[in-house]
């Protein structure tokens, strides 16, 4: 025989004792869907919503964009080599230490003539300038065979921006060094004058290579004016006598 009651013999729900006064009913502890709230505590008031903790410092600084450099771009146009601004043929310090030469050895005469000199200080007066304008001179001449600084190369840098920025540069680079479409960046001096070129990989990368900018006079030609300036001052001394 079954063990199954019939229908009519089940008891009811409410049938069922009813919990005691003050008990916690069987849905106590559970969280209401729609608000969140427990019954029987107060819930948050309505309408409002915790704000959202803050983000940490680090996607704040990931997710400002990085300012672009003004002194990078990519090279525009046809890149032109120009002549230089003064002809290799004209060589100014070498000019000027053979005239401060001939107004040394001038005034060294002069003084000999005078009398008061051994002649030791007379050959050492009339050797000196006559070895610093050999010395120019063979500078010039080795400089002047490796090449020189003397081509001015023209172009235009394309920033971020949308600026472009026309640059000069005097160098004694290979032609092959820059090309148009190169991505670069410039390297400034405290003037404003454009000390070097980088080819870049990539914007913020490390340089490629590096083109050196060059003065417009050789390092031979100013050692020429400064050893000028030297006799200069030797043949004041000789004519004044304090030697």
């Known amino acids: 025989m079954s063990n199954d009651q019939p229908p009519w013999a089940r008891p009811r729900a409410s049938d069922r004792p009813n919990p005691p006064p003050g008990s916690p009913g069987p849905s106590a502890g559970r969280r209401s869907p729609l608000t969140g709230a427990t019954p029987g505590r107060p819930g948050p008031p309505p309408g409002r919503r915790p704000p959202p903790p803050p983000a940490p410092a680090s ?3 990931a997710a400002e964009p990085a300012a672009a450099d003004p002194h990078a771009g990519v090279i525009t146009g046809p890149i032109k080599i120009n002549r230089p601004t003064y002809s290799r043929k004209s060589v100014p310090g070498l000019l000027a ?3 401060a030469a001939l107004i040394s050895i ?5 003084r000999a003539l005078i009398g008061g000199m051994s002649a030791v200080a007379f050959l050492v007066g ?6 610093c304008v050999a010395a120019v001179a063979a500078g010039h001449r080795y400089t002047r065979s490796t090449g020189g600084h003397d081509a001015v190369w023209s172009f235009g840098i394309r920033t971020a921006d949308g600026a472009t920025v026309p640059v000069s540069l ?8 820059l090309r148009t479409g190169d991505l670069v960046r410039l390297d400034k001096g405290r003037r404003g004058s454009v000390r070097a070129v980088e080819v870049l990989h990539t914007l913020n990368g490390a340089p490629v ?3 050196q900018a060059h003065a417009a006079l050789s390092p031979i030609q100013w050692a020429g004016f400064a050893l000028a300036a030297a006799l200069l001052l030797v043949s004041a001394i000789t004519l004044l006598g304090w030697w």
């Open 126 to 131: 009339l050797l000196l300038p006559l070895l």
């Open 106 to 110: 001038a005034a060294l005469a002069g």
């Open 59 to 61: 996607a704040d600084r």
């Open 209 to 211: 290579r590096r083109v």
């Open 170 to 177: 005097r160098t004694d680079a290979p032609r092959d060094a």
């Open 97 to 99: 230490v053979s005239a």
